[in-house]
């Protein structure tokens, strides 16, 4: 079946008093007692709408129209007046609309205080006698605009529509007979305001497929996304923007974006309705210098931002407001904080002249991305309706949140995630390395601080990121749905919906490993030297991991009916497949490399290795483009990914470099034990924990690089001194000295104002010692970024050998803890770490 949001409302309905539902199916394929009839055999299903209702929700009718013709093989008839007819029925309207829903609500049929001045919210129904002649109809009733296209979406999605449908190419499995579930039953109202994706960093691949499918980024392409980003109840965009502007470039997308109900928006770097594109094509057209300094270019730079704001102004929008430098550049040194301030001044005193309306009735926000948070922490306000947009560090760390100690600010608050990013230390842009479990506790933590206002992620080419899209969107409708033990469960209901519930459990495990996979090293930053090759057999275990990953992808394509295929191969098995390809090849190289060094003809077998593998690569790639769908998604994996020498893309994959060896060159729980010099913990098997009424650990499974992670909840809850929020673990030393304690911690980043987060670490009540590993960060980008790990030690010394207990106690929430390394003297340089050591019972000891 189908998922529904478990978000719970309560509602009651005058008429029948029945309560509302929103935590199970409600579409079912066998008739039942409560059911009404939306579809058998032979019996035809109709719609009704009034013609006045707004385009938007009549577009999103009509693609519900050939929702159920897909279906169900016949396309419903749309009524525009009382079909006085006793077959099945579906009735769709909007409250406020003096349409046939208001008219229900004044013969009490609905509750109309349920909708009334609600914010996106839609409510799908059975409704008793709505017409003469009607017996009973499903009735879709929506708050506004969008609230009724969302239902619409959802009745879609319930009837076996995937959102994906055009995306992905997930197929629709054929059904003779629908049923609703008699009741009523709502999402709620949004949780976050603004929620939407950043289409970027989109050339070559995005920008090859849609110049080869739609002749560029114009409104037959934002069609596509605006459907989507609908049935995934997403309502804000920044469009792509590497050489293109979303008005300019098609003068129908703006138009087209306010009909469906999308809300436009631009980057964090371009102001007032414009992109960076926009302002080179308008220099050009009036031939002026380029000069994007207020301070010089005050005169001009005002005129270019009020054409802006006219060219826009009849939209629905969010007006990106302040300024970085051209390009996404920092602004130049010596910029100060009085010229910030009176540039956002100037900007709303034209969206004012412009709109006739106070700036305040225009929503805005002010992106605190790179150094602009600099400004805001020496001091730079903007007025109070102007959202704060607070962002991450472009690898999924968020960098500062509100301070729950001070008042808030009045506008509300805001996060722009990363799915996606171009820059150093380097590039991220070809596959998904971001694993929901770390995406949830980053923005479960944004929101617990009052992030609630906007919710966007950098989501690149769009695809593969299919599925932490979904998520993370699924996520900004309600956050309180979420916690850190049922992620799997939305992986394998989001598997269900694509594949069907037969291969759901091992399809959701599929999903769920890969990223985590990708994490510990970004494809992109992989090569022959991240793991060791002679230490714990890191290098191969870790092929070996992907391999037999690879091959559980492939038995469940093998056994999937062929119509699936093509979609199992976009959202599951390209991926895997292709990493696993990866990790090879640069295994095939280490080897290479090392029995070259060593003049052994055998690293003529692993230079040949290389050289399949990166052929392979691009056999992989011209499947995806040019074989699976018709040929469909051609360029859509043009990114590069071999061959990185700095944080930039290469021009083209670059075979690595492999050398040959002629033959006449060749030369012929417990307690953890302390074993082969050192002690190896993950973090989740700790021998005790202590908790308190307020705060309490979680485990969170699969999260990091290697079993879990550990961390405290309520996220914004703050140890008291006196509080003991501690986990223990049990270890048996047969050395003594003074031992080096490591921990890998996730790299959460100093969001308190810059104070740090704080641990205590100590072995069998000895004082403390007091680590605050991050309060020196301010904004620089460095190598463990690009690791996705904190390293964080200690010195201890043990007087005597035999069973001791160390003791991890935090200060601060969001200090995610994965893996424990005590060096006794003979831990040896790895990436991961030695596997966890042997754990024998006490009674052994």
Same mark, same amino acid.
């Given at each position: ?39 058998? /055999? ?12 707004? !385009? ?39 409250? +406020? %609309? ?14 109309? /205080? ?29 708050? $506004? ?33 629908? #049923?609703?579930?008699? +009741? ?52 804000? *965009? ?9 008005? $300019? ?71 990106? *407001?302040?300024m970085r430098g051209d390009g996404d550049e920092a602004m130049s040194k010596g910029t100060n904080i009085s010229l910030l301030e009176n540039i956002v001044k100037e900007q709303r005193s034209i969206i004012a002249e412009v709109t006739q309306k106070k700036a305040e009735k225009t929503p805005q926000l002010w992106a605190l991305y790179k150094e602009v948070q600099e400004y805001y922490d020496q001091g730079m306000r903007v007025p109070d309706d102007v959202i704060l947009l607070f962002c991450d560090d472009n690898w999924g760390n968020v960098r500062k949140l509100p301070d729950l100690s001070k008042p808030m600010h009045k506008g509300g608050y805001g996060m722009y995630y990363h799915f996606d990013y171009v820059g150093g ?22 929101? &617990?601080? +009052?992030? $609630? ?30 916690? &850190? ?10 598997? %269900? ?29 992989? $090569? ?62 280490? /080897? =290479? ?7 052994? *003809?055998?690293? =003529? ?7 399949? =593998? ?19 998604? !051609? ?12 944080? #930039? ?17 060749? *030369? ?23 908790? @308190?009424? /307020? ?12 079993? &879990?992670?550990? !961390? @405290? ?12 929020? %501690?986990?223990? #673990?049990?270890?048996?030393?047969? &050395? ?57 030690? !200690? ?31 003979g831990l040896k340089p790895s990436y991961l770490g030695p596997p966890e050591s042997e754990m024998i019972s006490k009674d052994g000891l």
């Amino acid at each position: 079946m189908n998922r529904f949001s478990t978000f719970i409302i309560i509602l009651v309905l005058l008429c029948t008093g029945m309560p509302s539902k929103a935590a199970q199916p409600f579409i079912i394929n066998k008739k039942g007692s409560d059911v009404i009839v939306l579809k058998e /055999k032979s019996v035809p299903l109709s719609f009704f709408v009034n013609a006045s209702l707004d !385009t938007g929700i009549l577009r999103a009718v009509t693609n519900l129209q050939f929702d159920f013709e897909k279906v169900t093989g016949e396309k419903p008839v749309i009524f525009n007046q009382n079909p006085n007819r006793s077959s099945p029925l579906i009735i769709i309207g909007m409250i +406020g %609309a003096n349409d046939v829903i208001d008219d229900l609500i004044r013969r009490k049929k609905i509750d109309g /205080k349920s909708l009334q001045g609600k914010n996106e919210k839609f409510s799908i129904q059975n409704v008793k006698n709505p017409f003469d002649g009607v017996e009973e109809a499903l009735v879709i009733a929506g708050s $506004d605009k969008r609230g009724t296209i969302y239902g619409i979406y959802e009745l879609s999605r319930q009837i076996g529509v995937s959102p994906w449908y055009y995306w992905a190419d997930v197929p629709v499995e054929k059904k003779e007979s629908l #049923y609703f579930v008699k +009741g009523i039953y709502s999402d709620g109202e949004p949780a976050v305001k603004y929620r939407g994706i950043f289409l970027n960093d989109e050339a070559p691949a995005l920008s090859g497929w849609a110049k080869a499918t739609f002749g560029g980024f114009n409104s037959k392409f934002y069609e596509k996304v605006f459907e989507l980003m609908l049935r995934l109840k997403a309502n804000y *965009i920044w469009p792509a923007m590497w050489g293109s502007a979303f008005y $300019d470039d098609d003068p129908a997308s703006g138009p087209l974006a306010n009909e469906m109900g999308i809300i436009i928006g631009t980057s964090h770097h371009e102001p007032l309705a414009l992109a960076q594109t926009d302002w080179h094509r308008y220099i050009k057209k009036n031939n002026l210098p380029n000069v994007w300094d207020y301070s010089k270019n005050k005169q001009v730079l005002d005129q270019f931002w009020k054409g802006g704001i006219e060219r826009s102004k009849n939209w629905e929008k969010l007006v990106t *407001i302040g300024m970085r430098g051209d390009g996404d550049e920092a602004m130049s040194k010596g910029t100060n904080i009085s010229l910030l301030e009176n540039i956002v001044k100037e900007q709303r005193s034209i969206i004012a002249e412009v709109t006739q309306k106070k700036a305040e009735k225009t929503p805005q926000l002010w992106a605190l991305y790179k150094e602009v948070q600099e400004y805001y922490d020496q001091g730079m306000r903007v007025p109070d309706d102007v959202i704060l947009l607070f962002c991450d560090d472009n690898w999924g760390n968020v960098r500062k949140l509100p301070d729950l100690s001070k008042p808030m600010h009045k506008g509300g608050y805001g996060m722009y995630y990363h799915f996606d990013y171009v820059g150093g230390p380097r590039n991220s842009k070809w596959i998904n390395i971001s694993p929901i479990q770390r995406v949830w506790e980053q923005m479960n933590l944004s929101y &617990s601080h +009052g992030v $609630d206002k906007v919710w966007i992620v950098n989501v690149g080419d769009l695809k593969p990121m299919e599925f932490p899209i979904s998520f993370f969107l699924e996520m900004a409708w309600n956050p309180d749905k979420f916690n &850190s033990q049922n992620l799997t469960e939305f992986t394998q209901k989001w598997a %269900a919906e694509q594949f069907g519930t037969k291969h759901a459990k091992e399809i959701a495990r599929l999903l769920n490993t890969y990223p985590k996979f990708n994490r510990r090293v970004t494809p992109e930053t992989l $090569d022959s030297k991240t793991y060791s090759l002679e230490n714990y057999n890191e290098f191969e275990s870790v092929v070996n991991d992907y391999k037999n990953l690879a091959l559980d992808a492939y038995r469940i394509y093998n056994d999937l009916p062929n119509d699936y295929k093509d979609a199992y191969f976009q959202l599951v098995l390209y991926t895997i497949d292709a990493c696993c390809n990866l990790y090879e090849m640069y295994f095939a190289q280490a /080897k =290479n490399r090392k029995l070259a060094s060593e003049k052994n *003809i055998l690293a =003529n077998v692993f230079a040949d290795q290389v050289k399949s =593998n990166f052929e392979r690569d691009s056999v992989l790639q011209n499947k995806y483009n040019n074989e699976i769908s018709g040929g469909k998604w !051609t360029h859509i994996m043009d990114q590069m990914r071999i061959g990185y020498k700095n944080w #930039y893309d290469t021009p083209k994959n670059i075979l690595p470099q492999i050398d040959y060896v002629s033959e006449k060159d060749q *030369i012929v729980r417990k307690v953890f034990v302390e074993k082969e010099g050192y002690v190896s913990i993950e973090a989740a098997n700790f021998s005790k924990s202590n908790n @308190t009424d /307020k705060i309490h650990w979680e485990v969170i499974p699969d999260f990091g690089k290697t079993q &879990s992670g550990i !961390t @405290t909840f309520p996220q914004h809850i703050y140890p008291q001194p006196d509080d003991n929020v %501690a986990v223990e #673990y049990e270890i048996n030393f047969i &050395s003594t000295g003074e031992f080096n304690v490591e921990l890998l911690l996730a790299p959460t980043l100093n969001f308190n104002s810059n104070k740090g987060l704080r641990y205590e670490v100590s072995f069998d009540g000895e004082k403390p010692q007091l680590i605050n590993f991050n309060g020196h960060y301010r904004g620089e980008l460095g190598k463990w970024q690009a690791e996705h790990l904190i390293h964080s030690a !200690t010195k201890h010394t043990i007087s005597k050998t035999g069973r001791h207990v160390l003791r991890f106690r935090v200060l601060d929430p969001g200090i995610v803890l994965q893996k424990i390394l005590i060096d006794t003297g003979g831990l040896k340089p790895s990436y991961l770490g030695p596997p966890e050591s042997e754990m024998i019972s006490k009674d052994g000891l």
